[in-house]
């Protein structure tokens, strides 16, 4: 599943917060400079008003009494104060006083004070220039700003922390858990449930709900398997039924429900086999309807069909169920074998047959028909083969027809 | 009384030896005014048979006290019977404290006591300080307004430009704090409110140096254009006022003109050529006197008949004749000339009062 444009969540989620902090700190950054700009400004403004309402009275009096020094300290001061960069006294008696950066004289908007003299009376003794300090606005702004992007870089770090940890543990690793069962599953294991190491959690949450889903979706899957067995086996079983049927319609005579040639030849042979190797009687009939074809000619093939039906029926009732088998030989021309029966009971039997055959059959329409039969009677001979009892059998038979039909020959 | 008694027996414990005397010099040692006063003494000592030690604390206040424990560090038998100091910038109450600790008898010459306001006052000698047997201040205030009075009349003399005929006057005076200091100032503005025709502008203190005098000279003829007349301090506040005149482009004693206190040969000189138009001194022999008094009294003569603090008059306005004579007699700082016994009420039993005036030595 692992694919090369394989992308963590935590990836996205991690680079869309950086990208949202980056503008949040730009955006505070310039809320931010603007405000330290006026606070700046605001300072330099206090510190003018300080100065004069402080330095200027001490000035006028240092100027006033020729206290040069304490002039000299005075302006001293007033440049050593962090938001003044330049002072310049000009005293109205030609003598100057300066302090701090001079460049500053050119480069900065000047503030001009005048300078009263201490009673306040009379002419200005002098008038003070001051140039504020630019470095501080922007070493003031560096600091806020500087704040902003460390804070904003902490914070960041934290929640991207806070995002890759929670991410990693409450959805990466739950959902790579059940990427692995989902590669896992086989239809063996299908009804294997999905196990999820999660810390016990008051709430469900979506990885819940998927767990879930793939519980559904087994169960489903589980069920729908399960259903395909049963038509599976419903459809075997009717399959079976129909090869059966099938079976069973090529060892049958369609007409009379007796087996047919085939099973004769498939199975007679094994019956000798069993009879020679356990060296047990087995006998033969041959049993062939007497005059069949003018029944045929004068009830119609229906008629006589029904008659064959009625023949197989009368051998069968006289047989013993299990034991004994009827075969149609072909046209009114039926095969008996008796196993475990020598030629004695054999020849009872065909004579029980012979005379169950005789008695009228009444047609379904209701006319009677007068039938009788011919049997030949053959016991199973040591060493003899199939053609061989058959043949004896059917010339028992042709002496029985012969012999005046209607009688049992062996 | 008793305790006065005691005091004084105290203080004669040492008849057999020679009396010592320790002088705490505030100035620095090689100040014309300060070296004066100390080569007074010092012939005032000869005179008196006074063991003296100067100490110099060079003008620098800390320097007073610690000079003050290095003498009372020393073992009882090397200590002086005396000492001496001056009241400048308020040092004493501290000093007397040092003293009074130490059991050795003081003595304030040239500043005396000087109440500031805010700090506990230090009361009247023998009082607080039993020790502190009392002080001799020359009279700073004739100093002012002797020379302030000689100026104006030259002033007037020269036909001075005035202002709502008002002779302008500026005046730059030495500190803020020292009494002598504030009490020359104070003759200054007696002599202008008596001459009722002259206009103080302003008084600034370039505490008695003279390139601070020189700047604020400057300053001041630049704010007051039309002054003519200033009055200094002292004399090398003076010659800083002048420098400042001249780099103007102005000959002081012509255009304009100047006074000063103090007895330097320089200030002499000055006066003699005219570029100083009024000097007055010879406060310097306050120190001299100083031993006198403490002389007496180490003999048995009380001062306190007198009072106990000592305002006398010290200064000598001088003119041409007062100051060759000067610097004829003392221009090498040498005093032995003057046989200080004489003014010794020890050696002179009907002297009653003592007369410290510096024009009887000229």
Sequence with gaps: ?410 | MRRMLALLLCCFSLPAMALSVTFINPGKHDEVFWLTATRAMQAAADDLGIRLQVLYAEREHPRVLALAQQIIAQPAAQRPDYVVFSNDYGTAPELLRLFEAAGICSFMAFSGRDDQPGQPAIGLPRMNFRHWLGSLEPRAEDAGYLTARALIERGRRAGLPRINGKLPLLAIGGDRSTPSSLRRSEGLRRAVSEAGDVVLLQEVHAGWSQQRAQEQGDWLFRRYPQARLLWAGNDLMAFGAMDAWRRRGGTPGKDAFFSGINTSAQAMAALRDDSLSALAGGHFIAGAWSLVVLYDFHHGHDFADEGLELVRPMFTLFDDRSAARFMQHYGKLDFSRVDFRRYSKQHNPRLRRYNFDFRQLL
């Design chain 1, 1 to 410: 599943m692992k694919t090369a444009n394989y992308r963590p969540l935590a990836h996205v989620l991690i680079r869309r917060i950086v990208l949202l902090a980056t503008a949040c700190a730009l955006l505070l950054s310039v809320v931010q400079g603007v405000l330290t700009y006026r606070q700046v400004q605001q300072r330099f403004e206090a510190t003018l008003q300080d100065i004069v309402s402080s330095n200027l009275p001490m000035l006028s009096v240092g100027i006033w009494d020729i206290e040069t020094e304490a002039v000299r300290r005075q302006v001293e001061t007033i440049v050593a104060k962090p938001e003044i960069g330049y002072a310049r006294l000009n005293v109205a008696t030609g003598q100057v006083f300066e302090a701090g950066d001079a460049a500053l004289l050119r480069a900065q908007p000047l503030r001009r004070f005048e300078i009263p003299p201490p009673n306040n009376r009379g002419e200005p003794l002098g008038t003070l220039l001051i140039a504020v300090q630019p470095a501080l606005l922007y070493q003031a702004l560096t600091q806020a700003l500087l704040a902003v992007f460390i804070g904003y870089l902490l914070l960041t770090l934290l929640i991207c922390s806070l995002v890759a940890y929670v991410l990693r543990r409450e959805v990466e690793r739950p959902l790579r858990g059940m990427a692995d069962f989902a590669s896992r599953l086989a239809p063996s294991s299908l009804t294997a449930p999905l196990q999820l190491s999660r810390p016990a959690r008051p709430h469900h949450d979506e990885i819940d709900l998927v767990a879930h889903g793939f519980a559904t979706l087994q169960a489903a899957i589980s069920r729908h398997i399960d259903t395909l067995d049963q038509q599976v086996e419903e459809r075997t079983r009717q399959l079976d039924a129909a090869l059966s049927d099938i079976r069973e319609l090529s060892i049958r005579d369609g007409l009379t429900g007796c087996y047919n040639r085939a099973l004769l030849s498939e199975r007679l042979p094994s019956e000798l086999e069993r009879a020679q190797r356990y060296r047990r009687p087995l006998a033969v009939v041959f049993c062939d309807a007497d005059h069949f074809k003018p029944v045929n000619d004068r009830f119609g093939h229906l008629a006589g069909d029904e008659v064959l039906r009625a023949i197989a029926q009368r051998i069968s009732s006289q047989l013993r169920q299990d034991i004994d088998w009827v075969v149609r030989f072909g046209g009114e021309e039926f095969v008996i074998v008796l196993p475990e029966t020598d030629l004695a009971a054999a020849l009872v039997t065909a004579e029980r047959l012979r005379a169950a055959i005789s008695t009228s059959v009444i047609l379904a329409d209701g006319r009677t028909v007068q039938i009788t039969a011919s049997l030949g009677v053959a016991a199973f001979q040591s060493g003899e083969d199939v053609e061989s009892l058959l043949n004896r059998a059917d010339t028992q038979l042709y002496l029985a027809k012969q012999g005046g039909r209607n009688r049992v020959m062996g």
